[in-house]
């Protein structure tokens, strides 16, 4: 299968044009607040993976407002031009080809050699986002706050575009920026992202460095910004690989970077070394709200942009969002590169419901003792796969993208004291809070991957836990004896009594959530679970001792999950925004569209 056609778009108007050609696209013709209100309304629509949305006049800015660009399947295949599974697929097929090379692999190869040249960028001298040329004014763009909690109004799709000051390799990441002013933001470099790693780089000489953050362009190129490419790869010559078009860049106006010629602004300036301000909070895609802390601060020098340029957003929150068909594009285009220094490793999926980050499940063989722990060492020591929280690894012929059959290879195959390994301290998501510490905290493998070691089919129906404690106010028996509790208060206490109830049966995992949580809604269900616990502070055994130094868990056990004082409160909208969006639904779309809550 070719990779794709080449793809048809130079810019975001290109593919704004052909969306709405498509019925993909909806315009707002109303006046609209980017405080709140559009948050409210994508995130209705989002649900129903419904069309992208191009606010034309969001109230108190200078530009239209676009939203929801990639928040389908449909959409992002639009883009870049085929399903990105087949693409990564592809790549992947061409390099294991060309090992070793020779005339006729070369042959065969052809389309992916010339796709390659593409990767070479073309340098102009005048380009459509350098049409105008202004001081700094952030507040004539639409920037969004997205919930109530926020610290500010904060740009969400600002690709932000750096380079290493010995190597002047290139990275472009999306990182968020709270407004302070007409021309200072912050900069939310996490820790182990590529532009994080230019600043430290720049700090450690005691030197600037130069930024320039990219605001629209050709949608690849838009997507290849959140791809989890090895640190030292190119996302902007990717995107030409992807495409199949050179990427078109320019000169920046007040420093050295060379940014794209077709984007719809530049934001160009300079990021200190040493100045930190308070940052956040901010409603992020673990369905919290990140709190404030320090970060650095982004000084703007100069704007350019398009004379009628369009300002992109995106929110993010309690799954679904539209970062649920980013990330599963782009888990779907780079995963098949993994198989390249994983040769075992058969598939993997990392679960949006979770944050991404939470939960890992992996198919492997196993091809001599314990190198399911070599593998799941190795994917931790590969990108941004280094701030998985829980991996499951199962057998190969196992659908890992699947969350009941993760379990139930767990019932089948799992046991606590040979196959599971926790790490008490190792790198985290800087947005994970559940240790306390930013940054850091315990990671859980789980292996599924042996013998069976159950005879017996896993539970269908259980006691009602409610009879044992009247704190339990709600619970679910999923697939592998893997029991959902509800508990109001005292869920520790709780749960080390059901551990050791006898009349719970053939239950393997416990797990407890807040009131808070939906245990019917599979997706919200997943997300309570795994964004709200640390694995070694949240977890509870039927037994556990330590043979010498080694922890030995036995029997059942429990998880917290629960809501626990100190973690940042969980997004909820302000119910007289829901109220005036139920008011104005008609306004936005027509009376004949109904509500998509």
């Known amino acids: 299968m070719p990779m794709n056609p080449r793809t048809r778009f130079d810019d975001l108007h290109q593919f704004i044009n052909h969306l709405e050609k498509k019925g993909e696209l909806r315009r707002i013709r109303v006046e609209v607040d980017p405080v709140l209100e559009v948050s409210e309304i994508v995130q209705r629509v989002v649900k129903q993976e419904g069309p992208a ?259 992109p957003a995106s929110v993010v929150g309690k799954p679904p969002q539209e970062d649920k068909y980013i990330g599963e594009a782009a888990g779907l285009l780079v995963g098949p590169l993994i198989k390249l220094i994983q040769p075992n490793v058969r598939d993997l999926w990392a679960f949006y419901e979770a944050g991404f980050h939470n939960l890992l499940g992996v198919a492997v063989a196993e091809r001599h003792p314990k190198e399911v722990l070599k593998t799941a060492f190795g994917l931790l020591g590969v990108g941004q796969l280094s701030l998985t929280k829980v991996m499951v690894l199962v057998r190969e012929e196992v659908n890992c993208r699947r969350f009941d059959h993760l379990l139930r290879e767990l019932w089948w195959r799992f046991d606590p004291a040979e196959r599971m390994l926790l790490i008490p301290t190792a790198p985290l998501d800087t947005l994970d809070f559940t240790s306390f510490t930013m940054h850091t905290g315990s990671k859980l493998i789980l292996d599924a991957t042996g013998e069976r070691i159950m005879s017996a089919e896993p539970p269908r129906e259980i006691v009602d836990p409610r009879r044992f404690d009247s704190r339990i106010v709600d619970y679910r028996l999923l697939e592998g004896g893997f029991l959902v509790v509800v508990i109001a208060r005292d869920a520790r206490q709780v749960l080390a009594d059901l551990l050791r109830w006898p009349e719970l049966g053939p239950v393997k995992f416990i797990v407890a959530v807040s009131p808070d949580v939906k245990v019917q809604d599979d997706e919200n269900l997943i997300w309570g679970i795994f964004t709200r616990f640390d694995p070694a502070r949240d977890m509870l055994a039927e037994e556990m001792r330590l ?47 109904r509500d998509m809550s």
């Open 547 to 593: 043979v010498g130094a080694r922890p030995l868990y036995r029997g059942r056990l429990a998880i917290d999950a629960t809501w626990k004082e100190g973690y940042p409160q969980p997004l909820e909208m302000d119910p007289e925004i829901q109220r005036r969006v139920d008011r104005r639904w008609g306004e936005y779309f027509g009376p004949e569209v």
């Open 53 to 311: 949305l191009l606010f034309e006049r969001p109230r108190g800015a200078d530009f239209p407002l676009l939203i929801n660009l990639f928040g389908s399947h449909r959409r992002i295949e639009e883009a870049l031009g085929n399903h990105p599974e087949a693409i990564g697929e592809a790549i992947v097929k061409t390099i294991d080809r060309l090992n070793p090379p020779s005339l006729s692999t070369l042959w065969h190869s052809r389309e992916f050699l010339i796709r390659a040249l593409a990767m070479r960028p073309r340098i102009v001298r005048q380009a459509p986002v350098q049409e105008v040329s202004e001081e700094p004014d952030l507040t004539r763009l639409p920037v969004l706050q997205c919930w109530p909690g926020d610290g500010g109004r904060f740009i969400t799709f600002g690709m932000v575009l750096t380079e290493h000051p010995h190597t002047r390799r290139r990275n472009l990441g999306l990182y968020r920026l709270h407004i302070y002013d007409e021309r200072t933001t912050g900069m939310h470099w996490q820790s182990m992202k590529g532009g994080r790693g230019h600043y430290f780089a720049a700090e450690q000489q005691g030197v600037p460095l130069d930024v320039a953050v990219v605001l629209g362009g050709d949608p690849v190129l838009m997507l290849a910004s959140v791809l989890p490419l090895p640190e030292d790869v190119d996302e902007i010559t990717f995107a030409g690989l992807l495409s199949g078009r050179r990427p078109s860049l320019v000169k920046a106006q007040t420093s050295p970077l060379l940014v794209p010629a077709n984007a719809e602004f530049i934001l160009e300036g300079h990021v200190p070394p040493f100045e930190r301000r308070r940052e956040g909070p901010f409603g992020d895609h673990f369905g919290h709200y990140s709190e404030a802390a320090d970060f650095p601060v982004f000084h703007l020098r100069r704007v350019t942009r398009r004379r009628k340029a369009i300002y």
